[in-house]
């Protein structure tokens, strides 16, 4: 392991062109956990009344009241997306890309990249965002950011309820608004998101038959067709092309790329302190 480390901090280091892929793996190395002693610190009263115990499955949880819809939400959304420390690991590999030709796909939705440092219009952010609401319907194609009304709720919220004067509606068809997350086909992809992708996709227009780095931070299988797949068949059809995989507890690459490969099952934090 220490030899492939080696390996990979040279190819990263040495390269001109990088493209990062980025999942939940990283935003945990980064102190962002959705459970243990975080999801105790915030959200014990819900796990006491509700028995569920980390916030992911808090957001799917069919509440009795909107009150508390709303109080586990504004919450949710400050504690993961507004109330952020600076991530020394973004920061770390910010500076390990800063002056590449990079770019970021990310299934993230907290916004840690832009947060701390990383150019916006290098970053594509394709399930969402934690900072955006929309319509639920949708009845149209915008969205609005949230961080007004959620400090508002959060400052509210009593009981583990929000009243109803500060439930976010739509200010085309007044339904109450929802995320604008990728939970099915009711997302929506606005101007800004659409900006995105096609920037990702003139990235990929331009370097994919050159020398390139596909670094894939924390990606696991629960979304694997948006970066994990597609990294595995640009580096496939690129003989140029290195695939660098680093995951605690989930590494893989096809046979097919496994010479262009390295695979590190490591946490993510403890390889960028050693770049």
Excluded at 29 to 34: E, N
Excluded at 221 to 231: G, S
Aim: aromatic share 14%; charged share 25%; proline share 4%.
């Amino acid at each position: 392991m220490t030899e492939k480390i080696s390996q990979a901090i040279k190819i990263l280091r040495d390269a001109k062109i990088i493209l990062i892929g980025a999942g939940a793996g990283l935003s945990t190395a980064a102190g962002y956990t959705y459970s243990g002693e975080r999801f105790k610190k915030y959200f014990a009263d819900f796990e006491k009344k509700y028995g569920f115990s980390d916030m992911y499955s808090g957001g799917f949880y069919p509440y009795e009241t909107a009150g508390e819809f709303w109080a586990f939400w504004c919450r949710n959304i400050f504690y993961n997306r507004y109330d952020q420390p600076p991530s020394e690991i973004h920061k770390k590999l910010l500076q390990l890309v800063k002056d590449k030709i990079y770019f970021v796909i990310t299934t993230n939705v907290d916004h840690l990249f832009q947060n701390n440092g990383f150019d916006k219009e290098k970053l594509f952010y394709t399930q969402g965002d934690y900072g955006l609401f929309q319509c639920p319907t949708p009845c149209h194609n915008k969205t609005y950011d949230n961080e007004e009304i959620i400090r508002k709720m959060l400052a509210a919220e009593k009981n583990m309820s929000v009243p109803a004067e500060l439930f976010p509606r739509c200010p085309k068809c007044g339904e109450m608004m929802t995320t604008n997350l990728r939970i099915d086909d009711t997302f929506i992809e606005d101007s800004g998101w659409k900006l995105a992708a096609a920037r990702y996709q003139s990235f990929l227009q331009k370097y994919l038959l050159d020398e390139i780095v596909y670094l894939e931070l924390g990606v696991g299988a629960n979304t694997p067709a948006i970066i994990k797949y597609p990294f595995w068949n640009f580096t496939a059809e690129n003989p140029k092309a290195r695939y660098i995989c680093i995951n605690k507890g989930e590494v893989s690459a096809p046979a097919r790329i496994a010479k262009q490969s390295i695979l590190i099952d490591a946490d993510i934090k403890d390889f960028l302190q050693s770049i």
